[in-house]
């Protein structure tokens, strides 16, 4: 395949039936919430949508998604402001890095592939050894690794926190100042939000092959059997 579509599926739902049953308790910014970012499991994946996926103290808002989606791109998570996540995970190629290993600040190089993070919020464990669990705990990791962004999380924070833009954000999507939690929360709602579940493959998965003829049959055939 030569290439991959990603796209960001953004479904826009009615809260109205759930803002009938909330309490006095909910904010305005709680009340007005019009919309979430939504996409059912792709095709093979376990069941469940991304927004079920989400921890309950991340619960995964289009506020939240955008604010990651800014993190992701803004190299000022790195100490030197030259590295963003996007640097190594790049959408041309599936959120993955097309390079054998990536390079990080001052030119350093790591020693793994950066994968596609795309469909990462239906994963278990995260990374080739899976040493993180949860989008949130490995969120911080390439922040702080030397070879990569180099920026200790509370510098990162310190960095957000003078930005009176990324402080609007911060209190839109989580109700409080930027913080090394809601920062790690932020990021891993961009990532539970990029999904990618109707190629022609995922169609025919579910049973419609009208984009998936002859040809690619038995192309399927061939790629499954032990014959090649
Ligand atoms: C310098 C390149 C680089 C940068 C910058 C980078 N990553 Fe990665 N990323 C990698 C590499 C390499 C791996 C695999 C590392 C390993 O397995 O030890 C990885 C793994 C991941 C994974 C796990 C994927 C999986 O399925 O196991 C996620 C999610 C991820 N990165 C998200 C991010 C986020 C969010 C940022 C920004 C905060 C980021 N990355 C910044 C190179 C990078």
Redesign the pocket.
């Known amino acids: 395949m030569a290439k991959c579509t990603v796209k960001l599926t953004v479904l826009v739902l009615s809260l109205s039936s759930l803002a009938a049953c909330s309490s006095d308790g909910a904010g305005p910014a709680e009340e007005q919430a019009p919309s979430l970012v939504v996409s059912t499991s792709p095709a093979g994946f376990p069941k469940g949508s991304n927004v079920e996926r989400a921890p309950a103290d991340n619960a995964l808002t289009l506020d939240r998604a955008t604010l990651g989606k800014r993190l992701?791109y803004d190299p000022r998570?790195s100490r030197t402001n030259e590295?963003?996540?996007g640097?190594?995970?790049q959408q041309a190629y599936a959120f993955a890095?097309p390079n054998a290993?990536?390079?990080?600040v001052e030119g350093r190089t790591?020693t793994?592939?950066?994968?596609s993070?795309v469909n990462?919020a239906w994963?278990k464990s995260?990374?080739?050894?899976g040493r993180?669990h949860t989008?949130e705990e490995?969120?911080g990791q390439?922040?702080e690794n030397p070879?990569?962004?180099d920026l200790t999380l509370s510098d990162a924070v310190t960095r957000l926190a003078a930005d009176s833009s990324y402080v609007a954000a911060f209190e839109q999507a989580y109700g409080e100042l930027p913080s090394e939690s809601s920062l790690q929360k932020a990021?891993a709602s961009f990532?539970r939000s990029l999904v990618s579940g109707s190629s022609a493959y995922d169609r025919h998965l579910r049973g419609d092959d009208s984009d998936f003829g002859p040809q690619r049959k038995r192309g399927e055939a061939l790629f499954l059997s032990e014959k090649a």
């Open positions: 992701f998570l590295i963003s996540c640097s190594c995970h890095d290993i990536s390079t990080g790591g793994r592939n950066a994968p993070i990462a994963g995260f990374f080739w050894d993180a989008l490995q969120a390439p922040i070879l990569e962004m990021l990532v």
